[in-house]
């Protein structure tokens, strides 16, 4: 079977990260990709194969993977809450083993309770974390653990700039904004360092841990960068103890730019993590000042 042949299977294509991981793939030409998504009538034709599996319901798994030589896999923490992201990316990568996938990609996060050494409870970061373990005791011929940043894409969603009465946008965070610790990128080119893993598991499928980075900031960063570029954004620091009584899952928010600004976003070993990725990737990361140009237009540019 020639490498050409070898078939990925990507869970999570609807998605940043998968949609990601299938372009870059079908990028390079050098894999066949099998979509698995819940509902393969709305989505023919978005890569070589689409194909049902569903993270709920393992039995809809095996066949997902029968015949991949590949997989890459992501779960979603916010969609059940977080209560079922151990069991489902356990359930993938049991599933996938016993198909016979050699090469198992996880994308993962650091594990905040153990660096923390229980400081901080960010479990959107160590439940994926603790799924490592389980895909390292499988045995899979080849594993990888990927990390994905702070996406560039939440100031743009999530945490875009909010209007203020005074009719100026900006951000309050309790954070310190001078703090450089933040580990950003552009969630799209995390599928670069997977496909490149996927070509190179001789040097990195031996259980490395690759992470995606285009650059450490600070807010005052962001807004130093933004207002270079013709915007007019601010940021406000605020006690953790107010921001955490303005929404639900507040608190989780505190607790993780309270780990960030203690440890940064991507713990211990960051150097040696974003080099491994680097080294791999099939493209260079996009750093912020980039990325905000094509991305986040202003007023004036928009209207022009």
């Known amino acids: 079977m020639t490498t050409e042949d070898r078939i990925v299977a990507v869970i999570g294509v609807t998605g940043q990260q998968g949609g990601g991981v299938v372009r870059a793939l079908q990028s390079r030409g050098r894999f066949r990709v099998r979509a698995l998504t819940r509902d393969p009538g709305r989505h023919a034709g978005l890569a070589d194969e689409v194909v049902a599996a569903d993270l709920d319901r393992p039995e809809t798994l095996p066949a997902a993977f029968a015949g991949a030589y590949g997989a890459f896999v992501v779960t979603n923490f916010w969609q059940e809450g977080g209560s079922y992201e151990a069991a489902q990316g356990t359930a993938a990568a049991e599933a996938a083993r016993d198909a016979g996938v050699e090469h198992f990609v996880w994308s993962t996060l650091p594990d905040v309770a153990t660096i923390s050494g229980g400081a901080f409870a960010v479990p959107h970061f160590t439940g994926k974390a603790r799924v490592n373990e389980v895909v390292k005791g499988l045995g899979f011929p080849a594993c990888t653990f ?41 969630i799209a080119e995390l599928g670069n360092v997977v496909a490149g893993a996927f070509e190179h598991p001789d040097t990195v499928g031996q259980g490395q841990v690759l992470s995606l980075s285009g650059g450490l900031l600070s807010f005052d960063d962001v807004v130093a960068t933004l207002n270079a570029q013709g915007h007019d954004v601010s940021f406000r620091q605020i006690p953790g103890e107010v921001f955490a009584t303005f929404f639900p899952g507040a608190e989780e928010m505190v607790a993780m730019l309270g780990y960030f600004q203690a440890h940064t976003y991507l713990g211990p070993d960051t150097e040696a993590k974003i080099a491994r990725a680097n080294a791999v990737a099939t493209a260079p990361p996009t750093d912020f000042a980039t990325w905000a140009r094509a991305h986040m237009p202003t007023e004036a540019s928009a209207d022009a």
Do not use: K, S
């Open 146 to 186: 990927v990390e994905a940043p702070f996406y560039y894409q939440n100031f743009t969603g999530v945490l875009a700039p909010q209007a203020r009465d005074d009719g100026t946008r900006g951000w309050a965070l309790p954070i310190d904004p001078a703090a450089r610790c933040i580990h950003m990128g552009d």
